[in-house]
């Protein structure tokens, strides 16, 4: 296939993954958008990541999304805008490293594969997660890494390097990206086992650089012991949790929920992989092939979580493997002498699954509106619902106003415009059974109360809290004294899928849920004004 008929195609891929996110644009944010939004809103106003918002997120995401919001705009289409032109750079990306490693053919192919998976709403494809804005950088890493190879010289490495650090930075597990390129150099470099080491020790410096940056922007900030607590001593709290017996569940949990629309998809890239085991020029590369797929897959089990938008971080390998088979079977096929029905069944073969999968989600990807996608997607989430919740409270404060949710809905300060009255963004952390759990409660119940916020929401959805058998319940106990120094002033009544109940004013007051997804508005009867909280300290144990 000549170059320019393989751009042509490409293009035609992004163009076409383009026009579907468009009609995904307004979709209400998710918790995961929320933080990343509300901490870049915070960025663009001076605030420095944890400074007032806690989270074991690395801050390249919160960069990423000052970013979007500063070119796009401070909303949903804005940020969806941001996440699709991500995407279409991917998608080129893609393309690029597999022409780098095979032929415009894979490359094409492969491109396809990714624009096709990447729409899948099984992988959340309308949320702008730190998944996607990890595969950038990690595949312009890769390509630097080739380029480097070639060219043996250290900076390159250095620079390569940089890129792999810089994906740890957006998230944690944009690092196993990194192991890929140091287990690369390592097989592949050129000349003796000295020469691979030093080019292996440019590579690790590179990827330090960003880190090594980034420390010391935290230490300027004053802000770099409640980054290390977050990012490094609780996080690590968080990824050793579970199990190995429930991480092996929660991996055939997701791909139970993935397959049943992508099994087509996912067919064509296991004959990709078997291809490497039969076909000549498939098998020149199993190495590189074989390394990526492996540490695609410790990305996205980093954790033994295995939430299906993880999953985005195997989609360039799978990809890979898609665009591997079609050119090996159109190999195969080179032996037919007549050119309709070689050059017929490479495409179907390359499209028939692609256009299976959003043939089968056409009811999200064409026919929902925002707010029934935000149900199909997420359920009784209360995500629509914060768009009110947030205008509310925005019409009825200034600027100067804290707020405070009770519960795991960041969403609504970024909505709301309005700083959050203690830095406990998140409640999960507070229920999970981890040595800081207490420390963690009673912090949060202290930023509160010195904050005095101007208005509280209190989330009744379990979904935002994730409550065990063996969960410090001292918040719960807290708020029902402290919620009597406020007026209930709304009620948020999310009754079923199609149905929520919003109650206002006098109406709230004397309102009794009727489902077990509510939140609740509380508007303090104190004017006093609040009181900036002190700077507050990691919990200890």
């Not at 320019?4 to 579907?20: C, E, F, G, M, T």
């Not at 929920?257 to 490497?276: D, F, N, Q, R, V």
């Not at 199993?286 to 195997?314: E, K, P, W």
Request: glycine share 8%; aromatic share 12%.
């Amino acid at each position: 296939m000549s170059r320019r008929l393989a751009w042509v195609l490409v293009a035609l891929a992004v163009l076409a993954s383009a026009a579907i996110r468009l009609r995904l644009l307004e979709v209400p944010l998710d918790r995961d958008e929320g933080e990343y939004a509300y901490v870049g809103q915070l960025l663009l106003q001076g605030v420095p990541p944890y400074a007032t918002a806690y989270n074991f997120k690395m801050p390249g995401i919160y960069g990423i999304y000052a970013l979007i919001l500063a070119i796009f705009g401070p909303t949903p289409t804005g940020i969806h805008l941001g996440l699709l032109v991500v995407n279409a750079a991917t998608i080129v990306l893609v393309f690029l490293v597999a022409v780098r490693l095979f032929n415009t053919t894979v490359g094409v192919a492969a491109s396809a594969a990714f624009a096709a998976l990447s729409l899948s709403p099984r992988l959340f494809s309308p949320t702008a997660y730190a998944e996607h804005f990890v595969l950038p950088l990690a595949l312009a890493g890769m390509l630097a890494l080739f380029r480097a190879i070639d060219s043996r010289r250290p900076l390159a490495f250095f620079g390569g390097g940089a890129l792999f650090g810089a994906a740890f930075l957006v998230k944690q597990s944009g690092g196993a990206f990194a192991l890929f390129a140091v287990l690369y150099v390592a097989a592949a470099a050129p000349g003796g086992v000295h020469r691979r080491l030093g080019l292996c020790a440019a590579l690790v410096a590179g990827a330090l650089a960003p880190l090594a940056a980034l420390f010391l922007l935290m230490a300027l900030t004053g802000t770099f012991a409640t980054f290390w607590f977050w990012t490094f001593t609780y996080a690590f709290e968080y990824a050793t949790a579970v199990p190995l017996a429930a991480g092996g569940s929660n991996f055939v949990g997701s791909l139970g929920s993935i397959l049943p629309t992508s099994y087509l998809a996912a067919g064509l890239a296991a004959l990709g992989l078997s291809a490497i085991a039969w076909d000549e020029r498939a098998r020149a590369r199993r190495a590189v092939i074989g390394l990526l797929c492996a540490c695609s897959l410790l990305a996205t089990g980093t954790g033994l979580h295995f939430r299906n938008q993880y999953f985005v971080l195997m989609l360039p390998a799978l990809s890979l493997l898609a665009g591997i088979a079609v050119d090996s079977m159109t190999r195969v096929l080179s032996s037919v002498r007549a050119p309709l029905l070689r050059y017929g069944a490479a495409i179907v073969l390359a499209s028939v699954p692609l256009l299976h999968l959003v043939y089968l989600e056409r009811a999200i990807l064409f026919e929902g509106t925002p707010q029934q996608i935000a149900r199909a997607l997420y359920g009784r989430n209360p995500f629509p619902e914060s768009v009110e919740i947030a205008r509310y409270i925005r019409e009825r404060t200034s600027r100067e106003d804290r707020i405070a949710v009770v519960g795991s809905e960041p969403q609504i300060y970024f909505y709301a415009d309005r700083q959050a009255a203690t830095g406990y963004i998140y409640t999960y952390a507070l229920m999970e059974p981890h040595p800081y759990a207490a420390a963690m409660q009673r912090q949060m119940i202290d930023e509160i109360e010195a904050a005095n916020p101007r208005f509280v929401v209190y989330v009744k959805v379990w979904t935002s809290w994730l409550v065990g058998t063996d969960s410090d319940q001292t918040v719960f106990r807290w708020f029902e004294e402290y919620r009597k120094g406020f007026d209930q002033v709304g009620v948020v009544d999310i009754i079923s899928l199609q149905r929520t109940t919003y109650r206002w004013g006098p109406e709230a007051a004397a309102y009794t849920p009727r489902s077990d997804y509510w939140l609740a508005v509380f508007r303090r009867r104190s004017e006093a004004p609040t009181t900036p909280r002190p700077a507050s300290s990691p919990p200890t144990r």
